[in-house]
């Protein structure tokens, strides 16, 4: 279309970039991401906790397959 010279872009596989005939031409900062439970809250609510990092876990799972 001829509208911009470059776009950004957050990729974590670059298929989709692959998908649309796009490269990367320059990685402009990488970035992770963290969970931070805080003590109490783990303690006193242990079981939501865990349902969401299990979860998170599974997520991540499926994304690798």
Do not use: F
Request: with cysteine; net charge positive.
């Amino acid at each position: 279309m001829g509208l911009a010279d470059c776009i950004v872009d957050l990729v974590s596989t670059s298929k989709t970039l692959r998908a649309h005939h796009l490269a990367v031409v320059e990685v402009i900062a990488e970035s992770t991401a963290r969970l931070i439970v805080n003590r109490a809250s783990l303690k006193l609510k242990y079981r939501r906790v865990n349902d969401l990092i299990e979860a998170l876990r599974a997520g991540l799972e499926g994304g690798r397959a």
